[in-house]
């Protein structure tokens, strides 16, 4: 228990003494992962809602592809970006690997299909009565997704929450597409494991537990969001 102690100790000091590199850290991470995760949103929502709204050929297959899309392994995903980013892959002529670019490319790849699987099953839980009630009253193509969505809002939320806790969390394609490079790509996950290759349990530790209290204070207002006045009687 001496290091997790130590850790707590270690997390408390690094805030109360405004550590500058500890803080660029945190900053970094925020940046990254909220992009990342809006990027999923934003490509993650209209494909899920549209797979649950459209028959067409190949939609089976495209729902599979999104379902196996949800379990990509992080360290797959920055392998075929790393490969389409370096300087002699496809898109090599960007520049962006080693770079925050490529990690939210990367992380970004990987939540999308977790935000999409979520709108899916949001979106088709909402009751075919009312698409249909909407559709006669003569709402146009807008205002119906904006309300379908409002109908469907507590399962996109649980859509967005399962993305950003996707991207937060994600080390590998982060570390191999980032390249953990101190005051540009280092975040908090790169950093954990740089410490830990170092021996600097403590310091590890104490990153550990900054990360879980961001993660926990940004979910905390997610879920907050989501179950506003819905408190089960």
Do not use: C
């Not at 191999?176 to 410490?195: D, H, K, S, W």
């Amino acid at each position: 228990m001496g290091v997790y102690a130590e850790g707590f100790a270690e997390a408390v000091r690094l805030l109360i003494s405004l550590d500058p590199e500890v803080y660029d850290i945190v900053l970094r991470t925020l940046r990254v992962s909220t992009t990342a995760t809006v990027v999923s949103v934003l490509l993650g929502v209209p494909l899920g809602t549209y797979l649950a709204l459209h028959r067409f050929a190949g939609r089976q297959l495209t729902l599979s592809l999104v379902y196996l899309g949800m379990g990509f392994p992080p360290t797959v995903v920055g392998l075929v970006t790393w490969l389409t980013l370096a300087r002699y892959g496809p898109l090599g002529f960007l520049g962006l690997l080693y770079s925050q670019t490529a990690m939210i490319i990367a992380q970004a790849i990987i939540a999308t299909p977790i935000v999409a699987g979520f709108t899916v099953a949001a979106i088709q839980s909402v009751n075919p009565k009312i698409r249909l009630q909407i559709l006669a009253l003569g709402a146009s193509r807008g205002q119906f997704l904006w309300l379908i969505w409002r109908e469907a809002r507590l399962g996109l939320l649980a859509a967005i929450i399962a993305g950003f806790g996707g991207v937060i969390s994600e080390v590998g394609a982060s570390m191999m597409v980032g390249g953990n490079i101190a005051g540009m790509t280092r975040v908090m996950t790169t950093a954990i494991v740089l410490e830990v290759s170092k021996g600097k349990f403590e310091l590890a530790t104490a990153l550990s537990i900054i990360l879980l209290a961001i993660s926990f204070i940004i979910t905390g207002a997610l879920t907050y969001l989501q179950q506003r006045g819905r408190q089960p009687a």
